[in-house]
């Protein structure tokens, strides 16, 4: 069964993901003469940044959420289905999604990523990911249930591991998680759970390699340990995790903790869809594509952000997998398709890196921007304000900013809420 578009003597543009790339394509095409038509499996944009905050009960899911029908409200010319690609059958140019199939002249595909779990075998199954709002909104729940179960017993083993959050990789989203945890112990559960000893809580933020934020300079790297620190945040480097069986973690050089929660945030791969044959697709999953994110060997079918794969000499195993890239990407995908629609030539991508940071609880943050670095109160401020800048939608903007004031003057998480009882 064909998805039911109007037919049209454009031709039709079709991009599967509403995330950062999506956005942008869909919204600097929509004044060409295309037909565009938007795929995503979720109605709405995710800001996916601040995950980690919806995580720990410091904002609203709704909050960096931004529905795609008000999106396209003001743009008529984006037609918008909610479906799920599952294949796609490049030689025939069709799509194949959970409501049927669809024809395409050109296709882009900004999927983004998924969770990379290095063929381990039982941890998937138990460590909590952080890709999705709904995801985040498990974690939440999991993490006061841990608590709500804590009370229940005078086992102080099991009590001990259910208050034992391990974070598993040293990246921004790891640091910024560990922080948010570090933040939830010194601030807010000592007042919501004083039958408890939170001096016992303990929080490990465990990184395969020999340091955090291995994308950031030294400075950065180190301060952020001196942060985490006094945050009371356990941290283990050099220390690659091998299985993970919803009670212990098991480490590559033998060492076991306790710990009823494990956050996953070590790696991710593209998520390309099945169909495409495995001679277009490179290192992590990605999609080899040339310096016009044109798919190699397949015209017509282009891959941008954290799905593309761009080889390039200041960048030889692809660009950061990072909002900003998907961003640029986007933005030049669009322009050279209105060129070429003109007879234009076309313009190579080159990436314009504005910096890296990093927040590691309140007031503390860590910030380069190339041979500027600055760590602390104002490096906070800067990463409230860049964040604050890119979320999608007005409202979304305003609720951030009242629940960052909020929790700022009362030291509180409003939204430490089990709405939905997790249940694995
Ligand atoms: C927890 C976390 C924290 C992060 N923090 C930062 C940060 O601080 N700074 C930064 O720059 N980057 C950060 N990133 C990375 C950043 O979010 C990504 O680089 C960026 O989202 C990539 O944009 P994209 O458009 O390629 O993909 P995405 O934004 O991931 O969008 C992909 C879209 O495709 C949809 N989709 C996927 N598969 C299918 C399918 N088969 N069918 C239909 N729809 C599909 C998804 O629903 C999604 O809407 C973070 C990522 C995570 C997970």
Same mark, same amino acid.
């Given at each position: 069964m064909e998805i039911n578009i109007p037919d049209t003597n454009k031709p039709r543009v079709v991009v599967i993901g509403a995330g950062f790339a999506g956005l942008i394509l869909a919204k600097k095409l929509s004044s060409a003469d295309f037909q565009i038509v938007l795929i995503d499996r979720h109605n709405y944009h995710t800001f996916q940044p601040l995950l980690y905050q919806v995580a720990t009960g410091g904002l609203e899911p709704g909050s960096i959420a931004h529905p795609l029908r008000k999106f396209i409200k003001r743009r008529p010319q984006i037609i918008l289905r909610m479906a799920e690609v599952t294949q796609i059958e490049t030689a025939e140019k069709v799509i194949q999604t959970n409501i049927g199939s669809l024809k395409y002249d050109l296709l882009i595909l900004a999927t983004g990523s998924k969770t990379n779990f290095?063929?381990?075998?039982?941890l998937p199954q138990f460590a909590m990911r952080m890709k999705t709002v709904p995801q985040a909104l498990d974690l939440r729940s999991m993490i006061l249930q841990h608590f709500e179960e804590a009370?229940?017993?005078?086992?102080m083993k099991l009590r001990d591991a259910l208050t034992t959050f391990v974070v598993v990789g040293g990246g921004p989203t790891g640091v910024e998680t560990a922080g948010a945890l570090g933040e939830l112990k010194k601030h807010v559960l000592p007042n919501d759970y004083p039958e408890l000893d939170i001096r016992r809580m303990q929080i490990h933020l465990i990184e395969a390699?020999?340091?955090? /934020?291995? *994308?950031?300079s030294d400075k950065a790297s180190s301060k952020t340990i001196d942060f985490l620190k006094e945050l009371d945040v356990n941290i283990w480097l050099n220390s690659p995790v091998a299985e993970y069986d919803g009670h212990t973690v098991q480490f590559a050089g033998g060492k076991q903790l306790s710990a009823a929660t494990l956050i996953w945030s070590a790696g991710v791969i593209g998520a390309t869809p099945a169909g495409?044959?495995?001679?277009?697709i490179g290192r992590g999953g990605r999609l080899l594509v040339n310096e016009f994110n044109?798919?190699?060997? /397949?015209? *017509?079918f282009y891959a941008v952000g954290d799905v593309a794969l761009m080889t390039t000499e200041a960048y030889p195993n692809g660009h950061p997998m990072v909002a900003p890239v998907a961003i640029q990407q986007a933005s030049l995908l669009a322009q050279n398709l209105k060129r070429q629609l003109a007879g234009k030539p076309l313009k190579p991508f080159k990436y314009f890196n504005k910096g890296s940071m990093a927040t590691i609880g309140r007031n503390r943050a860590v910030v380069d921007i190339g041979k500027v670095r600055f760590q602390g109160f104002f490096a906070w401020f800067v990463w409230m304000f860049v964040h604050l800048m890119s979320i999608v939608g007005f409202r979304n903007k305003m609720v951030v900013f009242v629940d960052w004031f909020w929790n700022y003057l009362s030291y509180d998480r409003a939204l430490r809420l089990i709405i939905r009882p997790f249940k694995r």
């Open positions: 290095f063929g381990q075998q039982q009370l229940l017993t005078t086992d390699g020999p340091r955090l /934020l291995a *994308g950031m495409i044959d495995a001679s277009h044109e798919v190699q060997g /397949l015209p *017509g």
